[in-house]
């Protein structure tokens, strides 16, 4: 493989790496945006995701099959399932909290993973699930670059994903709703804007695409566990800092940029692949040294 | 009243152990099983206690040895050094000619001074830790690969396939580095060349970047040297990106979860494995007395426990007398001992001298000996 080969390659792989964390990092920066919660459990509503995707999945493969067909109703059916879920987590742990301290919810937050991935290590003792799919690995090849065409189908629905919130955000009234309450939330409510209808729908939807990111990686990576969120709700935590928290554009471009940036910084020479976390977190670290907005965030005035 | 019996129980169990040691006249002869029968090992250590009684019972039915029968007295070591040094003291004032068993190495290890002490040969069965090499007082004779061998049979494996150049990648805790860095070294004082020595992070999903290396390095085979959950990915992982060279793993991802996961494309790839009853042909006859016996097929170091016990009977045959100085001299004499394991011979450090790692492939979704 030639360095060209392995440039293209790395770039492929960072954009498939990239496109997991942006979906992610989505759900993020919208609470975030719209209720200045960092919402710690985030990572485990995508583990949470990958189980219902496994259930659904299970249950609906008789009738449609495993193949593409039956990923794509079960997805439907359990982002529907977990965004409930999500709204559920908001409605018991956080509403109470609105009007607490800024750290007492962030606090919660934490509870909230706790449970969540507590609740599924004692259902599944543990264990790593297998996911009843196997879509084999034929793909296209250019020169050494070798591409499949389950990443190829990944990568486009998540953009399609990606577009139909953008498409929901900028041109509709509950998109229009959400970006007004992130600016006042007590101007909103004199204009007559229904606040909590409108923090419980960006729960729902964050929460559905954190789903779709964990069915896709189960079906992607083929196996799933309770502690797969952890790792990934940091990681889209710091793509959406590189991307300006609250900034939704910015969550899309932090991923695919911390996908890269992983993929290629163990191409450095001494860097072996063991060392792609310590290069995301010492990128997060640098830039709330250097530049916490982010690359298309606000300056605002924040007193936590 | 009181007094006076606990008077005759003190005489009558005093009477019953100098009758113990002088039973031997009396045409039994005792061996000692020591094994966990307590603790979160007991399933293994039941399951090596029933195989050895299985091979006793086979002896005896047979006439048993030097005419005399083989009664068995068993030890709990509970896979605990302390517990283990209580049942072999036990096992020794019973006055057993030799011990069969050992199951977890850190509970064998400090009862090899013990047994040095009091001149019993032990047969090791299953533990197999490098560290009791060095401890071992000339009586304890190991009949299961040490850790070395398995690299051994890992470098025979590729070199059978006409492998030249080798990844290795393993997870950065203790066991699956060593086994990473003795292939390494093996595969290197062959001649061989390791082309990639990487590292991944437990938990990790996502190998993509690490699979880009290894590829553009083009070994002709990955030695993957940790367990199964990651060791899937990283096989699926590798196919995606289109390596088509062999894949071999460890023993630690020797496991039907692994296939589960990897799908299709676990199709041929190798692991090595301790010799259990599933791949042994000539534990066929085995496993049907075993399962008929216990109702329960028979577990991992059955068949390395009941080749123990099997071993140590012939040992004694051909030293002709129970005396352990003729026993250990005949033990280590051994020349090809016909196990059902696998032929049974041993180095001058008493440890097994080949390696009794089989190789596994995988074969329509399902793990198969590769001859």
């Known amino acids: ?304 | 009243m009181l007094r006076k019996s606990f008077l005759v129980l003190i005489s009558l169990s005093l009477a019953c152990v100098l009758t113990a040691g002088s039973s031997f006249a009396a045409g039994e002869v005792k061996v000692g099983i020591m094994i966990p029968t307590t603790g979160g090992t007991a399933t293994d250590g039941k399951d090596m206690e029933s195989a050895i009684k299985l091979a006793v019972d086979e002896i005896n039915a047979s006439g048993g040895l030097l005419g005399k029968k083989i009664v068995t007295t068993t030890g709990d070591d509970a896979c605990d050094p302390q517990q283990a040094v209580a049942a072999a003291s036990k096992l020794i004032s019973e006055g057993v000619v030799a011990v069969v068993g050992g199951y977890c190495s850190g509970a064998t290890l400090p009862t090899l001074k013990l047994y040095g002490e009091a001149n019993v040969p032990i047969v090791i069965a299953a533990s197999n830790s490098t560290a009791l090499v060095g401890a071992n007082p000339g009586i304890g004779f190991m009949i299961n690969s040490t850790g070395d061998a398995q690299a051994d049979t890992a470098v025979a494996l590729f070199k059978s396939a006409g492998v030249k150049s080798i990844a290795i990648v393993h997870m950065g805790e203790a066991y699956s580095e060593d086994l990473a860095s003795i292939a390494k070294q093996k595969w290197e004082a062959a001649g061989n060349k390791v082309v990639a020595y990487e590292v991944v992070n437990k938990g990790e999903q996502d190998f993509s970047s690490l699979v880009t290396t290894i590829k553009s390095k083009r070994p002709d085979a990955v030695f993957w040297t940790a367990y199964y959950a990651e060791g899937a990915l990283l096989i699926k992982q590798l196919k995606q990106a289109g390596y088509r060279g062999t894949i071999a793993i460890g023993d630690g991802s020797n496991s039907p979860k692994l296939i589960e996961i990897a799908g299709k494309a676990a199709e041929g790839v190798y692991c090595f494995s301790n010799p259990t009853v599933d791949y042994l042909p000539a534990a066929k006859t085995f496993a049907a007395d075993f399962k008929a016996k216990y109702d329960v097929a028979p577990g991992p170091y059955s068949t390395l426990s009941y080749d123990g016990m099997k071993l140590l009977a012939d040992a004694v045959k051909r030293a002709g007398s129970f005396d352990a100085d003729a026993i250990k001299k005949a033990l280590q004499a051994t020349d090809n001992y016909e196990g059902i394991a696998g032929p049974i011979s041993f180095t001058d450090k008493l440890t097994l001298a080949r390696s009794n790692f089989v190789t596994l492939q995988v074969k329509d979704q399902k793990w198969m000996l590769h001859q």
């Open chain 1, 1 to 304: 493989m030639s360095t060209l080969d392995i440039f293209f390659q790395q770039l492929a792989n960072g954009l498939i790496l990239g496109s997991f964390y942006s979906m992610v990092a989505l759900g993020y920066t919208m609470v975030y945006g719209i209720i200045k919660l960092l919402n710690f459990a985030h990572g485990d509503i995508y583990m949470v995701g990958g189980f219902v995707g496994l259930i659904t999945l299970s249950l609906l493969s008789p009738f449609l099959g495993a193949g593409w067909a039956g990923i794509l109703v079960a997805m439907i059916i359990s982002m529907i399932l977990v965004g409930l879920l999500g709204v559920l987590i908001q409605r018991i742990a956080y509403v109470p909290m609105l009007s607490a301290p800024r750290l007492s919810i962030l606090i919660t937050a934490l509870a909230v993973s706790m449970v969540l991935y507590n609740f599924v290590m004692s259902m599944t003792s543990g264990e790593y699930k297998a996911f009843p799919v196997d879509l084999g690995y034929e793909g296209l090849e250019f020169g050494n670059v070798f591409i499949t065409y389950t990443q190829i189908i990944l990568v486009s629905s998540t953009a399609t994903l990606m577009l139909v919130l953008h498409f929901f955000i900028s041109k509709t009234m509950y998109g229009k709703a959400m970006r007004a309450i992130a600016i006042d939330q007590d101007a909103c409510r004199l204009m007559g804007i229904n606040v909590k209808t409108i923090i419980a729908m960006t729960f729902f939807v964050g929460s559905a695409l954190a789903c779709a990111a964990g069915v896709m990686a189960g079906v992607y990576y083929g196996s799933i566990h309770f502690f797969m969120g952890f790792l990934i709700g940091l990681k889209a935590f710091t793509a959406a800092v590189i991307g300006g928290i609250g900034s939704i554009p910015g969550a899309v471009l932090g991923g695919l940029i911390l996908g890269l940036l992983e993929a290629f910084g163990t191409q450095l020479p001494f860097i072996g692949s063991e060392w792609k976390d310590v290069f995301a977190f010492a990128i997060l670290i640098l830039l709330l040294l250097f530049k916490p907005t982010g690359l298309l965030g606000k300056t605002e005035i924040e007193r936590m």
